[in-house]
């Protein structure tokens, strides 16, 4: 099952991305219409006038990368960095072996990190199963004040929200 990108997710988590110092942001559809769609969309922010009225939307959306399959995001990490990255996936279910913000950050923070990392976040109704054997490890939810789905608390966050919370968590300033 796939759902459409839409143009506020891709705005939105460019501005998160290049706000927190990623290198790039892949969006991932193998649907054609939608890459048709989104050649359209990032077309319009490459034109000089674009860099010229809006140079930091400019700046953010050219982080982006279209891809069909998770293969060609592995494979472009792989030709800029020489090694496949290590894949982080978000649920906004919990899972019993997941790995706290604080424990990655600390890891992403340790000197002498080198392996890329890659943050994967479903869209619709998530991730499909048949993604989880590229998993390395996943991500705990991010929760409100009410606490997890189990006791009764609220979570059904936009991927964008999503997005801009856990950067933040991982790379944001905490001074």
């Known amino acids: 099952m ?3 990108v839409t143009n506020l997710d891709l705005h939105d988590i460019a501005r998160s991305s290049r706000t927190f110092g990623l290198q790039g942001y892949f969006v991932v559809t193998p649907i054609e219409e939608q890459h048709r769609l989104l050649g359209r969309i990032l077309g319009h922010w490459h034109k000089p006038q674009s860099q010229e009225y809006h140079p930091k939307r400019f700046e953010a959306l050219s982080l982006i990368q279209l891809t069909r399959d998770f293969e060609g995001v592995k494979q472009e990490i792989l030709r800029k960095h020489g090694e496949l990255p290590e894949v982080v996936l978000t649920d906004a279910r ?3 072996e997941s790995v706290s913000y604080s424990q990655l950050r600390h890891e992403l923070e340790a000197s ?3 392996r ?3 943050i994967v976040f479903g869209t619709g109704w998530g991730v ?3 993604f989880y054997p590229e998993v390395h490890r996943i ?3 991010v929760y409100g004040p009410e606490g997890d789905q189990e ?4 979570n059904h966050l936009s991927v964008r929200a999503a997005a801009a919370i856990i950067l933040d968590r991982l790379f944001g300033d905490r001074g």
Do not use: E
Request: hydrophobic fraction near 25%; aromatic fraction near 4%.
């Open 94 to 96: 919990r899972v019993r």
């Open 112 to 114: 002498g990190r080198s």
């Open 116 to 118: 890329p990392l890659v």
């Open 2 to 4: 796939t759902t459409a």
């Open 151 to 154: 006791s009764g608390g609220y």
């Open 128 to 130: 499909s199963d048949t």
């Open 139 to 141: 991500l705990a939810p």
